[in-house]
């Protein structure tokens, strides 16, 4: 008896390592698990009308502002070329006041050459009366001689002060006939402001009409086919960046203590059997919340029955991908 109790301590000795480093084993050799999800964005249609191209395929890499297809907007252009007929025939109707004005501009300009002439002949006659004047004085001419210049001299001042008020009336004739056109081409002009505002309008509705890549990334899921009836607001197709992905995992009460924000942590993944590859993380959110433990999420402590959600940034080198879980270490 004492013999069969002696070989089952030497048994139980030789396998207390084994034991112990099943138990080491065991032991989660992470502070929380989860999974990589990214940023997605749902492309949609933002015209109505037929997909007339649709470059577009799962996988595709693109780049911000890209354009990756087009919606028939054939009805759009010819409301487009409606609104600038008419803002054409709208500059047709306005009035030019030209014609009316160069006339006015020619009668100006006579009148002027006139009253010059008439200037000119009045200096004449001045000293011609002052000259008289002198014979008067020594009696070499009579009275009515020197009256006579003198009553030419007073009409040709009172021609040039009529020819200088005609001028002065031509010259308010033009501003008025100016004014007057004006105004008509306000009228006709106002308008054309409603037509420069549709006018914008047809351009951005017709600018839509092209498919534009909001974000650099790869597409996730195709949506819509070439030839296809689409319309506003419908989903045309999913893309994701990848560059940075985001691991969002689930700790315990008791680890929110040990965590703060932006706060450095390690990530691993499996890359192979047995083999894993370390990323380094930056602990971006903390829920405020708690919650009760998924059934899919693993946590240092499985018995906790309410945890805390986190997310963790990691720099992608086109190994991670959406739904890939990960591991992290605090």
């Not at 409606?82 to 006579?110: D, H």
């Not at 010259?171 to 008509?184: D, F, G, K, L, P």
């Not at 192979?272 to 370390?278: A, I, M």
């Amino acid at each position: 008896m004492k013999k069969i109790k002696l070989n089952y301590l030497k048994i139980s000795l030789l396998l207390l390592p084994f034991f112990a480093l099943s138990a080491c084993q065991n032991q989660p050799s992470f502070d929380a698990m989860g999974m990589f999800e990214a940023n997605e964005i749902i492309v949609s249609a933002e015209a109505n009308g037929e997909i007339k191209s649709f470059k577009i395929s799962e996988g595709l890499s693109l780049d911000s502002g890209a354009v990756v297809g087009s919606i028939d907007c054939i009805q759009l252009e010819l409301q487009k070329a409606q609104v600038l007929a008419s803002m054409e025939a709208l500059g047709l109707k306005q009035n030019e006041a030209s014609p009316q004005v160069a006339i006015l501009q020619q009668q100006v300009l006579t009148q002027q050459k006139q009253v010059a002439a008439q200037k000119e002949q009045l200096k004449v006659i001045e000293r011609e009366r002052q000259r008289f004047a002198s014979l008067l004085a020594k009696k070499a001419v009579t009275q009515k001689q020197y009256d006579d210049l003198e009553g030419q001299s007073n009409i040709l001042k009172k021609q040039i002060e009529t020819s200088e008020n005609q001028i002065r009336v031509f010259q308010q004739q033009i501003a008025s006939q100016n004014s007057v056109v004006s105004i008509q081409n306000r009228g006709i002009m106002s308008e054309a402001k409603p037509l420069q505002v549709r006018l914008q309008q047809l351009e951005d509705q017709i600018r839509r009409c092209q498919i534009t890549n909001p974000q650099k990334g790869t597409v996730i899921s195709k949506y819509a086919e070439n030839h296809e009836v689409t319309g506003v607001g419908k989903p045309l197709y999913k893309i994701a960046d990848m560059s940075t992905v985001t691991l969002r995992a689930y700790i315990s009460n008791e680890q929110l203590s040990q965590i703060k924000l932006n706060q450095a942590v390690k990530v691993k993944v499996d890359k192979g059997k047995n083999e894993s590859k370390e990323y380094a993380g930056t602990l971006t959110w903390i829920a405020d919340k708690a919650e009760f433990t998924p059934k899919s999420i693993q946590t240092k402590d499985e018995r906790a029955n309410l945890v805390y959600a986190i997310k963790v940034k990691v720099k992608n080198d086109g190994f991670l991908k959406i739904g890939m879980y990960g591991e992290i270490k605090l």
